[in-house]
Protein backbone atom coordinates (compact mmCIF):
# COMPACT_ATOMS: atom_id res chain seq x y z
CA UNK A 1 0.00 0.00 0.00
CA UNK A 2 1.38 3.40 -0.93
CA UNK A 3 2.44 5.71 2.00
CA UNK A 4 0.72 8.59 0.52
CA UNK A 5 -2.79 6.98 1.77
CA UNK A 6 -2.11 6.18 5.59
CA UNK A 7 -1.95 8.98 8.04
CA UNK A 8 1.33 10.37 8.79
CA UNK A 9 2.50 10.94 12.14
CA UNK A 10 4.53 14.06 12.95
CA UNK A 11 6.31 14.07 16.58
CA UNK A 12 6.92 17.25 18.16
CA UNK A 13 9.39 18.05 20.72
CA UNK A 14 8.25 20.86 24.07
CA UNK A 15 11.24 22.38 24.97
CA UNK A 16 11.45 24.65 28.22
CA UNK A 17 11.87 28.44 27.09
CA UNK A 18 14.40 29.63 29.06
CA UNK A 19 14.23 33.37 27.29
CA UNK A 20 10.97 34.17 28.74
CA UNK A 21 11.41 35.67 32.44
CA UNK A 22 7.97 36.70 33.25
CA UNK A 23 6.24 33.18 32.28
CA UNK A 24 8.14 30.29 34.49
CA UNK A 25 5.94 27.59 32.38
CA UNK A 26 5.88 28.07 29.14
CA UNK A 27 7.91 25.74 26.09
CA UNK A 28 8.37 25.82 22.68
CA UNK A 29 7.97 23.30 20.10
CA UNK A 30 10.47 21.74 17.53
CA UNK A 31 10.09 18.79 14.89
CA UNK A 32 11.84 15.92 16.08
CA UNK A 33 13.42 15.63 12.97
CA UNK A 34 13.93 11.61 11.48
CA UNK A 35 16.36 10.37 8.71
CA UNK A 36 17.02 12.45 5.72
CA UNK A 37 15.40 10.30 2.39
CA UNK A 38 17.17 10.30 -1.18
CA UNK A 39 16.05 10.27 -4.25
CA UNK A 40 17.22 6.47 -4.35
CA UNK A 41 15.05 5.91 -1.37
CA UNK A 42 11.97 7.59 -2.20
CA UNK A 43 12.56 5.70 -6.13
CA UNK A 44 12.68 2.18 -4.15
CA UNK A 45 9.01 2.69 -2.94
CA UNK A 46 7.68 3.93 -5.22
CA UNK A 47 8.87 0.81 -7.69
CA UNK A 48 7.75 -1.44 -5.04
CA UNK A 49 4.18 0.07 -4.79
CA UNK A 50 3.57 0.75 -8.47
CA UNK A 51 3.53 -2.94 -9.79
CA UNK A 52 7.10 -3.36 -8.97
CA UNK A 53 8.74 -0.96 -12.04
CA UNK A 54 12.40 -0.76 -12.17
CA UNK A 55 13.81 1.24 -8.94
CA UNK A 56 16.92 2.66 -10.62
CA UNK A 57 14.39 3.80 -13.97
CA UNK A 58 11.92 5.51 -11.97
CA UNK A 59 15.14 7.00 -9.83
CA UNK A 60 16.37 7.92 -13.29
CA UNK A 61 13.32 9.71 -14.78
CA UNK A 62 12.41 11.90 -11.02
CA UNK A 63 16.37 12.79 -11.13
CA UNK A 64 15.99 14.32 -14.76
CA UNK A 65 12.38 15.41 -14.18
CA UNK A 66 14.24 17.66 -11.13
CA UNK A 67 17.38 18.07 -12.93
CA UNK A 68 14.51 19.67 -15.91
CA UNK A 69 13.00 21.93 -13.65
CA UNK A 70 16.16 23.55 -11.74
CA UNK A 71 16.96 24.27 -15.08
CA UNK A 72 13.79 26.10 -16.16
CA UNK A 73 14.12 27.79 -12.74
CA UNK A 74 17.04 29.57 -13.47
CA UNK A 75 15.84 30.97 -16.67
CA UNK A 76 12.73 32.58 -14.51
CA UNK A 77 10.13 30.07 -15.07
CA UNK A 78 8.15 29.20 -12.05
CA UNK A 79 7.50 25.06 -11.23
CA UNK A 80 4.26 23.58 -9.23
CA UNK A 81 4.80 20.04 -8.25
CA UNK A 82 2.47 18.47 -5.49
CA UNK A 83 5.35 19.49 -2.85
CA UNK A 84 4.60 23.09 -3.78
CA UNK A 85 5.20 25.98 -6.46
CA UNK A 86 8.52 27.71 -6.87
CA UNK A 87 9.93 30.36 -8.00
CA UNK A 88 13.47 32.52 -8.50
CA UNK A 89 14.13 35.08 -6.33
CA UNK A 90 16.18 38.23 -6.22
CA UNK A 91 18.16 40.62 -4.07
CA UNK A 92 20.33 43.42 -3.97
CA UNK A 93 20.75 46.59 -5.41
CA UNK A 94 22.52 48.79 -8.38
CA UNK A 95 23.47 51.70 -8.54
CA UNK A 96 22.53 53.29 -12.15
CA UNK A 97 25.82 53.66 -13.43
CA UNK A 98 25.94 49.86 -13.10
CA UNK A 99 22.96 49.55 -15.16
CA UNK A 100 24.60 49.77 -18.70
CA UNK A 101 26.99 46.17 -18.00
CA UNK A 102 26.19 42.73 -16.93
CA UNK A 103 25.12 42.95 -13.30
CA UNK A 104 27.92 42.44 -11.00
CA UNK A 105 26.87 39.07 -9.20
CA UNK A 106 28.62 40.02 -5.80
CA UNK A 107 26.34 42.73 -5.11
CA UNK A 108 23.49 40.13 -6.03
CA UNK A 109 21.74 36.75 -4.08
CA UNK A 110 19.89 34.55 -6.10
CA UNK A 111 17.55 32.06 -4.70
CA UNK A 112 14.68 29.99 -4.97
CA UNK A 113 11.31 30.68 -3.21
CA UNK A 114 8.73 27.81 -2.30
CA UNK A 115 5.21 27.83 -0.91
CA UNK A 116 3.55 24.67 -0.02
CA UNK A 117 0.55 22.95 -2.80
CA UNK A 118 -2.97 22.38 -1.25
CA UNK A 119 -1.92 18.88 -1.40
CA UNK A 120 1.13 19.55 1.56
CA UNK A 121 -1.20 21.46 3.60
CA UNK A 122 -3.73 18.53 3.50
CA UNK A 123 -0.78 15.95 4.44
CA UNK A 124 0.48 18.44 7.02
CA UNK A 125 -3.33 19.08 8.54
CA UNK A 126 -4.38 14.86 8.77
CA UNK A 127 -1.44 14.26 10.00
CA UNK A 128 -1.08 12.52 13.94
CA UNK A 129 0.32 14.89 15.74
CA UNK A 130 2.58 12.94 18.80
CA UNK A 131 4.45 15.31 22.10
CA UNK A 132 7.35 14.73 24.08
CA UNK A 133 8.08 16.85 26.83
CA UNK A 134 12.43 17.55 26.65
CA UNK A 135 12.82 18.92 30.45
CA UNK A 136 15.58 21.19 30.79
CA UNK A 137 19.25 19.05 30.75
CA UNK A 138 21.96 18.93 32.41
CA UNK A 139 24.04 18.04 29.66
CA UNK A 140 24.79 19.96 26.15
CA UNK A 141 22.06 21.24 24.45
CA UNK A 142 22.29 21.90 20.20
CA UNK A 143 20.01 24.91 19.74
CA UNK A 144 21.49 25.70 15.82
CA UNK A 145 24.47 26.22 13.67
CA UNK A 146 25.18 29.82 12.30
CA UNK A 147 27.36 31.57 10.37
CA UNK A 148 29.62 33.81 12.22
CA UNK A 149 28.17 36.89 11.23
CA UNK A 150 24.93 35.71 12.71
CA UNK A 151 26.22 34.89 15.71
CA UNK A 152 27.86 38.16 16.38
CA UNK A 153 24.58 40.09 14.54
CA UNK A 154 21.52 37.75 16.08
CA UNK A 155 18.96 40.84 14.79
CA UNK A 156 20.27 40.51 11.33
CA UNK A 157 17.76 37.76 10.11
CA UNK A 158 14.93 40.33 10.94
CA UNK A 159 16.60 43.11 9.08
CA UNK A 160 16.66 40.66 5.86
CA UNK A 161 20.79 40.77 6.46
CA UNK A 162 21.24 37.18 7.63
CA UNK A 163 24.44 35.52 6.16
CA UNK A 164 24.33 31.85 5.28
CA UNK A 165 26.46 29.32 6.85
CA UNK A 166 28.99 28.70 4.08
CA UNK A 167 32.21 26.62 3.06
CA UNK A 168 35.27 27.52 4.11
CA UNK A 169 34.04 29.87 6.28
CA UNK A 170 33.93 30.19 10.56
CA UNK A 171 30.15 28.74 11.77
CA UNK A 172 29.35 28.91 15.62
CA UNK A 173 26.71 26.15 17.24
CA UNK A 174 24.80 28.10 19.73
CA UNK A 175 23.33 26.19 23.00
CA UNK A 176 23.67 25.60 26.11
CA UNK A 177 26.44 23.60 28.11
CA UNK A 178 28.55 23.23 25.08
CA UNK A 179 31.84 23.50 26.04
CA UNK A 180 34.50 20.66 24.66
CA UNK A 181 37.16 19.11 26.48
CA UNK A 182 38.00 16.44 27.75
CA UNK A 183 41.50 13.80 28.14
CA UNK A 184 42.80 12.45 24.81
CA UNK A 185 40.66 9.19 25.06
CA UNK A 186 37.64 10.94 25.38
CA UNK A 187 37.83 12.18 21.67
CA UNK A 188 35.94 15.51 22.62
CA UNK A 189 35.35 17.40 19.47
CA UNK A 190 32.63 17.75 16.71
CA UNK A 191 31.64 15.85 13.74
CA UNK A 192 30.02 16.64 10.86
CA UNK A 193 28.20 14.10 8.63
CA UNK A 194 26.38 14.47 5.04
CA UNK A 195 23.04 13.43 5.11
CA UNK A 196 21.83 14.10 2.03
CA UNK A 197 24.37 12.23 0.10
CA UNK A 198 26.14 8.71 0.67
CA UNK A 199 29.92 7.80 0.61
CA UNK A 200 30.71 11.21 1.90
CA UNK A 201 33.61 10.84 4.99
CA UNK A 202 32.15 12.03 8.32
CA UNK A 203 34.38 15.26 9.11
CA UNK A 204 35.64 14.94 12.72
CA UNK A 205 36.98 18.38 14.31
CA UNK A 206 38.98 17.85 17.62
CA UNK A 207 38.32 20.74 20.82
CA UNK A 208 41.96 22.02 19.86
CA UNK A 209 40.33 23.76 16.54
CA UNK A 210 37.09 25.01 18.30
CA UNK A 211 36.99 29.04 18.83
CA UNK A 212 35.15 30.31 20.49
CA UNK A 213 34.31 26.91 22.37
CA UNK A 214 32.29 28.61 25.57
CA UNK A 215 28.99 27.08 27.24
CA UNK A 216 26.79 28.95 24.62
CA UNK A 217 28.72 29.27 21.62
CA UNK A 218 31.27 26.44 19.82
CA UNK A 219 33.07 27.65 16.57
CA UNK A 220 34.58 26.04 13.76
CA UNK A 221 35.31 25.83 10.01
CA UNK A 222 32.70 24.46 7.39
CA UNK A 223 34.65 22.27 6.00
CA UNK A 224 35.93 24.12 2.08
CA UNK A 225 34.69 21.11 0.42
CA UNK A 226 31.34 21.50 1.74
CA UNK A 227 28.79 22.00 -1.59
CA UNK A 228 26.05 24.70 -1.59
CA UNK A 229 23.19 23.03 -0.68
CA UNK A 230 24.41 20.22 1.11
CA UNK A 231 22.53 18.95 4.32
CA UNK A 232 24.70 17.97 7.41
CA UNK A 233 24.35 16.31 10.55
CA UNK A 234 26.57 18.06 13.55
CA UNK A 235 27.12 15.86 16.58
CA UNK A 236 29.40 16.86 19.64
CA UNK A 237 30.93 15.03 22.22
CA UNK A 238 31.85 16.38 25.46
CA UNK A 239 33.54 15.47 29.00
CA UNK A 240 33.01 18.80 30.80
CA UNK A 241 30.17 18.77 33.16
CA UNK A 242 27.57 21.87 33.36
CA UNK A 243 29.96 24.32 35.67
CA UNK A 244 32.84 24.34 33.07
CA UNK A 245 35.18 22.94 35.04
CA UNK A 246 34.38 19.71 36.43
CA UNK A 247 35.35 16.75 34.14
CA UNK A 248 32.16 13.86 33.71
CA UNK A 249 32.93 10.08 34.75
CA UNK A 250 32.41 9.47 30.88
CA UNK A 251 31.94 11.35 27.67
CA UNK A 252 28.50 12.41 26.59
CA UNK A 253 27.68 12.53 22.61
CA UNK A 254 24.64 14.67 21.78
CA UNK A 255 23.32 15.27 17.88
CA UNK A 256 21.69 18.57 17.13
CA UNK A 257 17.51 17.74 16.60
CA UNK A 258 17.91 19.17 13.27
CA UNK A 259 20.45 19.34 10.33
CA UNK A 260 21.75 22.33 8.76
CA UNK A 261 22.23 23.19 5.59
CA UNK A 262 25.16 24.97 3.79
CA UNK A 263 24.02 28.31 1.92
CA UNK A 264 20.86 28.60 4.10
CA UNK A 265 19.75 30.61 6.93
CA UNK A 266 19.87 28.66 10.39
CA UNK A 267 15.79 28.59 11.43
CA UNK A 268 14.56 30.21 13.78
CA UNK A 269 14.48 28.23 17.32
CA UNK A 270 12.70 30.01 20.32
CA UNK A 271 14.60 28.83 22.93
CA UNK A 272 18.38 29.71 21.24
CA UNK A 273 17.01 33.55 20.46
CA UNK A 274 18.10 32.91 16.89
CA UNK A 275 16.36 34.12 13.75
CA UNK A 276 15.43 33.66 10.11
CA UNK A 277 12.30 31.90 8.24
CA UNK A 278 13.94 30.08 5.50
CA UNK A 279 12.86 31.39 2.54
CA UNK A 280 9.40 29.92 2.78
CA UNK A 281 6.78 32.41 1.72
CA UNK A 282 2.91 31.91 2.17
CA UNK A 283 1.39 30.68 -0.88
CA UNK A 284 0.99 33.31 -3.67
CA UNK A 285 -1.68 30.99 -5.00
CA UNK A 286 -4.12 31.00 -1.83
Not at 49 to 59: I, K, M, P, R
Not at 121 to 134: G, H, K, V
Amino acid sequence: MAKTSQRAKLVLKARENLLTKDIKNDYYLTVKSQRTLTLADLAKEVAATHGHQNQSEVEMLTRKTLELAAWYLSNGFGITTPLGYYHTTVSGSLLDSELSAAPDRSKLKLGISYAMSDLMRQFLTEAELDLEIDKAKTGPQLFSVVSAQDAQHPDAATRGNSVPVAAGEACIIKGRNLKVGGPAEANAGITLTRQDKQGVTPVFIPATRLFPNTPTQVGFVMPASAEEGSVWQVKLCTQIGANSSQLLKEPRTVVMDNNFVVGQPAEETPGSGSGGDGGIEDDPLG
